[in-house]
């Protein structure tokens, strides 16, 4: 575990003003141990199947306070399969392990059991939202789409993720294609976006694929959130209505620049490696030990990091003081290069200590233009986990399962005041909850 | 029974959009956030009908208005700005007058809720933080963003996405042993902002149950954190995922790849039946009772896992892009071509969806916006306006929701607690716009056409 030495510097003029009671007490106020379940009145379904945008959204419901059925067949999720290098406990793997929040698991067979459609059914009655990753149409061809499941419960939010949507042309024809992460990233724009120089070579200059489920994660988050505006319409009105999410927009609808660059720019940007498109110095660099974030995109946190890597000799030069994202690469890189000798002549922390001593010096001089260089030492998952900050914050949570044994999560991703999500627990054996769902849903 | 694709027709179109009730409506939102990450999470609730107030400084404005690709304009504006802040009003206020604090307050007596993204502290040391606005009004619900979160030792370091990406982790997962990228376009920024409008929206439902309104406190770096199961691999095994290139370790086959036609695709099996089908279309049965192919679990192996690859990956050198995206179309697994700007703009899929949206607007004339990323049938996101010059819809807001009179905004316009743009391109209107004959800029007085 690594000390963070700089804990408690000043960075900001306005962090040496005294801290608010609010502050001082946030803590506390924050803690969620106790605190009410905001959607303790709503009951989702999750049909999802191999398709962890799908279980991602249902874990968002569960984790703000809603009972969560996850359905599947006796022989599982095929998802509960889907783990790096195969890494599994019991033959649960590891992103299952993850994402198994506050759910209850009941075993159905909704693609291959007429009656157990009819079970469903019955549940579906008394649900306010549904979600599943069948092929569009599928659900409605067995009779318990959204079509037919609305008659039966007008109340009802049911949220359909795929690939391509349920409406159009293309979504029909490409019905049967499923939503996967990769897919999903390379056909919403990502990886375009994101590789080496041209010059680099081959591999490198490829598109790259985000070394996470981008795609998954942000398909289920933008689920998620659909539904909860379709809940807060249900709680005014009494209306449910259909969520249609389409993996193949996850990327390109959430930042929204490719839309409005190709449109404006009329051609489709390069890869330009660690470079930025917007912003600069704003990136990663080599240092004596390891790599270092930089970020000191404006024009007084550049001079200010000019001044403390001992570079303020190019302070006049246009290319560097007004042209510094050019759309030439070479001038780009030209730059980048003169900094990253520079920075390789320290350690992280020798640069990460020269930052902090100019931007807290900065911030109460006249003088310096309040220029706020930052530096950080990059962080992998693994190293972050020992901040302190998350430990005050209850970021990571240890669960002890008595089937899976003991592992670490990362969850408390918000922090509210009243109503925050929080996990609770994390078994999932397949159909585990089928008597309580049995007692508490199908009795009558 | 009607076809189910032209029942889904009528239920989405986009074209009927626009006379369908909004699910925000009569929400107000103060949103006094800046650059991407809290502007984002305010302008959700907007897409959706909320009433969003931006608050910025007069002449200067929002950081990010200038920020464009590569400093390249259009019609004076950052097209980037026009995803991140429609549907807004656009007021320009300097909070640092305690003229501007009261009618901050004033604001704040009819707001729902409140967005802002300072340095951990600010709000509170400028008195605008929840401490104050919610003495004002108990119902409020404000929501603080910031990088590593409201309390905590490194509460007070400055953020950016990028710093979010690095605190996280995630920033060291995407590329190769030696050589690895950020993630791109800020996404560090968007998808914490959505984490933020999330629990904003969960916050509303709570209010309308109990009538309590609450403090978030959304910390970027945690929100990407929820998006690593790495975490737990590394407590489970004791090791860590790393960085693979483009092959995904959790699934087989799965990675990008080039195509005899070098197009780049992307090619993915989750199940047996998906790998079967892929299989059969390659015409390697055979690879089926292989034992080291036999199940997901045995093909994750890593030293299989890089033989199936490989076996797919030369497969696919020799078959045309659009041809294994037929096939895979036929045999139900998953096969894309890795799309740029420019194909993403002119995607038909994208336009008849609504994924893409040609918007015209009133001063800008047409640009290609994204949609929405969920598409809801009976209270669907809209787009009713882009963004405006700084301090655009100072009239309107002062007049129509605060009641102020000609003499009182005369009055705040004289003592400059209200003011507008610089003649900078990002914060000024299009060359060509005449903002003397433009009746929501001089909301409240006779213009002339």
Known sequence: MSPQPQKEKI?????????????????????????????????????????????????????????????????????????????????????????????????????????????????????????????AGDMDAWGIGYRQLKEINPGLIYIAITAYGQFTDKAKQYAKMPDVDITSQAGSGLPAQMG??????????????????????????????????????????????????????????????????????????????VLDFILYPYGHWKCKDGYVGIAAPRD??????????????????????????????????????????????????????????????????????????????????????????????????????KELGKYTISGNFTKMSESPPRVKWVSCGIGQDNDYIKDKYLKD | MEDYFSYTQKLFNPVDAASKPEAFKGIRVLDFSHVIFGPVAARLLGDYGAEVIKLELPFSGDLWRPATYWGKYWKHSNPIWHNITKNKYFISVNLKLQESKELIYKMAETADVVVENFAPGTAEAWKIGYSQISKINPKIIFLSCSTYGQYGPMRYFPGWDLLAQGASGVLTL?????????????????????????????????????????????????????????????????????????????????????SKDEKFVALACTTESQFAALAEAMNRKDLLTDERFKTNLSRLQPENAKVLNKIVEDWVKTQKGQDIIDIAVANAFAAAEVEDDWMITNDEWRLKRGSVILFKDDMYGELAIAGPSAHLSRTPSRVKWLARPLGYHNRLVLKKFLNLSEEEIADLEKKKVIGTYDDKPGLKPPVYYNLAEDPIYNYGKEVSK
């Open chain 1, 11 to 135: 960075y900001t003029r306005h962090a040496s003003a005294k801290p608010s009671d609010l502050t001082k007490n946030l803590a506390s106020i924050m803690d969620p141990d106790g605190k009410a379940e905001v959607l303790d009145d709503v009951l989702v379904l999750d049909l999802s199947s191999a398709n962890f945008a799908g279980i991602c959204a249902a874990s968002i419901f569960a984790e703000y306070g809603a009972e969560v059925v996850k359905i599947e067949p006796t022989t599982g999720d095929p998802a509960r399969f889907l783990t790096p290098f195969g890494a599994n406990v019991k033959g649960v793997g590891i992103p299952f392990m993850f994402e198994g929040r506050n759910k209850r698991y009941m075993t159905l067979d909704v693609a291959g059991s007429e009656s157990e459609r009819e079970t469903f059914k019955k549940l579906a009655k008394k649900a306010a939202v549904v979600i599943e990753t069948f092929p």
């Open chain 1, 196 to 273: 080496d120089i041209p010059e680099a070579g081959e591999p490198f200059n490829w598109p790259t694929r985000a070394g996470l489920w981008a795609a998954w994660y942000n398909t289920g988050l933008s689920a998620a959130l659909g539904g909860t505006v379709a809940l807060i319409h249900r709680q005014n009105t009494g209306e449910g209505q259909m969520v249609d999410v389409a993996g193949m927009d996850s990327y390109s609808s959430m930042v929204g620049m490719p839309a409005s660059i190709g449109y404006t720019w009329r051609k489709a940007r390069p890869r330009i490696g």
């Open chain 1, 300 to 401: 007084h946190d550049f001079r200010a990091l000019l001044k403390i890597l001992g570079m303020w000799e190019m302070e006049d030069d246009w290319r560097y003081s007004s042209d510094r994202i050019p759309d030439i690469l070479e001038q780009a890189l030209h730059l980048h290069k003169l900094i990253e000798a520079e920075t390789q002549k320290y350690t992280a922390d020798e640069l990460v200590g020269k930052a902090l001593n100019y931007s807290s010096k900065s911030a109460r001089s006249k003088w310096r233009g309040g220029g706020v260089p930052i530096v950080m030492k990059l962080m992998t998952p693994e190293t972050a986990m020992d901040n302190p900050q998350w430990h005050i914050r209850k970021t990571f949570q240890q669960f002890e399962d």
């Open chain 2, 174 to 258: 995407n590329g190769y042993e030696d050589r690895f990228f950020k993630l791109p376009d800020y996404l560090g920024d968007f998808t914490p902002a959505n984490f933020g409008a999330l629990a904003l929206m969960m916050a509303l439902y709570y209010r309308k149950k109990t009538g309590k309104g609450q403090y978030i406190d959304q910390a970027q770096t945690e929100a990407l954190m929820r998006m690593l199961p790495n975490f737990t691999y590394n407590s489970v095994t004791g090791k860590a995922i790393g960085r693979t290139g483009n092959v995904d370790p959790t699934m087989v086959p799965a990675a990008i790849m080039k």
